[in-house]
């Protein structure tokens, strides 16, 4: 502790306690000194509701994981100019939209 | 925009890889992190679980930065499909394994909060810096893009 403060706590005392005396609403000044000390010495404390909402938010990707249903962001997607339509057999089909048409196969000369 | 972009997947990234060296030592008594328990005698006990906050700190951070990432990228596929192909390509290429990463984590978290003494973190440590790695590999797709502030616009050939 820095020893101006060790020499200052003798006159916050003082007055404290002057007020405690002076007024009733002293009693709130004194709340609040109290919560700057203890502030002093808890401010690197991780709060209840820090701990809470990342608990929280843990706790949700795992229910994430569980459905296996992820963002659309995440999922792998055709790329842009790509579009998909029904195939042979009702099956969807992706090609490209500039896609030269599949070359044929030469006929058999019977 | 895509310097901007890249500046601040960068700066997260940063964040998230030094998060865990970086990070409050105490824990509130109450919290989820540090449960207080009362016995039969009224006397108040905590266990507080520091490591496990911290690794599900740092695993919040590089996954929100990942899908910052994603987001971005899905929200201006033109856009970044004009940069470069490659972008979106080597994105879908992470996409999987970020997915894969993220069940990892979901398994690894439950397996340790089920028996914390004998499971350990050593499996959820491993899964978060795999994520972080992922990360990593997904701000290099980008930043090496180029930009119309750096390289130029992607050469397109003559008619």
């Not at chain 1, 296996?68 to 842009?80: E, K, M, S």
């Not at chain 2, 201006?76 to 997915?99: G, V």
Request: positive net charge.
């Amino acid at each position: 502790m820095p020893v101006w403060l060790v020499t200052l706590i003798p006159q916050i005392i003082q007055g404290v306690q002057a007020a405690v005396k002076a007024a009733p609403q002293a009693i709130a000044v004194i709340d609040d000194i109290k919560k700057m000390f203890q502030s002093w010495f808890t401010k690197n404390w991780i709060t209840v509701e820090q701990q809470n909402a990342l608990n929280a938010w843990a706790d949700s990707v795992v229910a994430m994981a569980k459905s296996g249903v992820f963002p659309d962001a995440w999922q792998v997607q055709p790329d842009p100019g790509i579009v998909t339509r029904v195939g042979a057999g009702w099956n969807p089909v992706s090609v490209p939209i500039s896609a030269e048409p599949p070359p044929q196969a030469p006929k058999n000369k019977t | 925009m895509t310097k901007k972009f890249t500046l601040l997947i960068a700066l997260t990234a940063a964040l998230s890889l030094t998060a865990l060296t970086a990070c409050k030592t105490n824990l509130a008594p109450g919290g989820a992190y540090n449960p207080s328990v009362t016995n039969s005698a009224g006397v108040v006990t905590s266990t507080p679980d520091i490591a496990l906050y911290n690794a599900d700190a740092a695993f919040k951070t590089a996954y929100d930065s990942l899908n910052l990432v994603f987001e971005t990228e899905y929200k201006n596929r033109d856009y970044f499909w004009k940069l470069s192909p490659d972008i979106k390509h080597t994105l879908d290429k992470i996409r999987p394994e970020a997915q894969a990463a993220v069940n990892d984590y979901a398994a690894a978290r439950t397996a340790y909060k089920a028996n914390p003494p004998v499971v350990g973190l050593t499996g959820v440590n491993a899964v978060l810096a795999k994520i972080q790695q992922l990360l990593i590999a997904a701000t290099s797709a980008v930043a090496q893009a180029g930009t119309p502030l750096t390289n130029g616009p992607p050469v397109t050939p003559n008619p």
